[in-house]
């Protein structure tokens, strides 16, 4: 999919409310054809502003936004080959469930049995064949949002604009829907733009997700690599849990750093080659730190602490150990069996231990 | 002794059987409410009563006749004035919902340097006195020098447009509340299907609106149609119109004719917000 060519790109995007809020800020990204892209971002960091400048309804302060090789500066939201899921679905209440779907070929003068039969597609597609003559008002919440889709799939937009589209849902339909929506987009074969700011949601429906931050975006990957690879303090602290530490690179070695790490003292990690910043950020995921009552050994950077709390989820217990002067480091431990036993109490003193390679160098 | 206590006893076993919220069942509601519409119907009714009332002098019951409907219908200058009347609802209605709408749409979507001031003074001819605005009115159109002995319908003209220059404040202020719980994001997703600006306003915003263009042209109807101040400073002595036409009648005498005309007033215009009303009832959504 790499080769693919950018169904969208959005180059050096500035969008600016005013003099004084900068909504959008130097946004640069290409969409590739077919791709299920997500934007991720904690509330009001522009994401929905960057998905309206898509659709048309926000204009550009700075930049270009190109869809399908074609720059989209002056071209109307009605003559722009996207087509968006709103978020409150704005399906029209006056009309009927076919009368919905049918309105965007009414308008475009698509008519007659091409018309009917495309509705009824559609209508099959989010499963919702039968619905046709019901009124929105005589729908779910569900059932609404599938009219919504089906709407702007009938359309057969080259890149499909859905903000937020399963925030109204509750929990155990929002993930029958994002299963939903990932076949849906195999079944078509439409490039895909979602906004959420749900990280699980994104990260279990999208193939590559931009993460935002107050207008900027700070990394863009695959799930995995977002995980496993943050680039920064941010993305690390968004995606996930995440133990978050600040240091100083001592000493560097052309694949060996030496950190001083408040809170833990002085490490050795196989380093990024060319690694030199002054203080960067050191981090490790609780499910990769371990817990044991003795050193746990060579090769496993250690710290001992008390621990301070212990919550149990279920599937999982979170400890939280007080390393002292504040510091604290979490880790998850599976309850993989019925009979798992507790290996700790509040106030016992533990190492928590992980290895080396885990270790993350965030350096923004 | 024992009937009081036996009426104590059932009183006490109704007012135990009243529940909190049957209002309908408690005495006094039941006063009001039978105060209410005698008050509001009792001159209605006896108006309507009177119209077939046998006298001329019209003060006694004098036995049943039909004859001044037939001689309010032979009356030309009263049908003159009905005529007029319903001309000038008509016109005045249709302009002053399209205008009440636009100034409506205009308030809600844009914002612009002076928009209070401008909301202030376009809703100002709701407050302004009528008598003011009648003078004011007379004054207008002496000073542009209005023509006069035009040919009907034009001659409705000055009148026509001091009733739009009321009327449509109040289809603006129906409107507007109406929009103000429209969903933007309605309109944006039908241009987002490719729908035209023109197409969005027609296929979506119209049909929002509607219940508010309804009530707003209802009102705009209704308050043309009985208007006697600001049409008796603005009318001519060829443009009369119903309520000009009444008055001057009845300085003379109050006649059954007269009741005859009111009551076929009053018939025409329930009939009409009746239809309006079903009109709307039948295609009205209910909201989302
Ligand atoms: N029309 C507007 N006028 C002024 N400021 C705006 C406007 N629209 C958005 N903003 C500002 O731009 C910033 C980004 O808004 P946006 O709606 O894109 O956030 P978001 O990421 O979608 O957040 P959420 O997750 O809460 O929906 C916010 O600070 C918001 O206040
Ligand atoms: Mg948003």
Redesign the interface.
Known sequence: MNEASPIIRIDNVTKRFGQSVVAVSEVGLEIREGEFFALLGPSGCGKTTLLRML???EIPTEGEIYIDGQPMTGV???RRP???V???Y?????MTVFDNVA??MK??GVAGPEMRERVEEALELVQLAGFGDR???QLSGGQRQRV?LA??LV?RPKVLLLDEPLSALDAKLREAMQMELVRLQHTVGITFVVVTHDQSEALSMADRIAVMDRGAVKQVAPPADLYEFPNSRFVADFIGRMNLFEGKVVNANPDRLTLAVDGIGTIEVPGPPGTAMDSVGVAVRPEKTRISGLHPGNGQIAIEGVVEAIAYQGNESHIVLDLGDGARIAATLQNSSRTTTPVAAIGDRLWASWAAADTLILSD | MSTTSAGLESRRRTKAGIGPLDYSRRLWIRLVLIGTFLFLYAPIVTLIAFSFNDSRRNIVWRGFTMKYYEKALNNDGLIEAFVNSLTIAFVSTIVSVILGAMVAILLWRFRFPGQAPYEGTVMLPIVIPEICMGVAMLAFFARIGWPAGLPWPLNLGSIIIAHISFSFPFVAVVVRARLAGFNRELEEAARDLGASQWQTFRDVMIPYMRPGLVAGGLLAFTLSLDDFVITFFTSGPDTVTFPVKVYSMVRFSVTPEVNAASTVLIIVTVLLTAIALWLQNRTQPKDM
């Open positions: 659709a048309g309804f109307q939201p009605n996207v087509n968006m709103f978020q409150s704005a399906v029209f209440p006056h309105y965007g308008v475009t009124k929105p008002d919504a709407r702007a359309k």
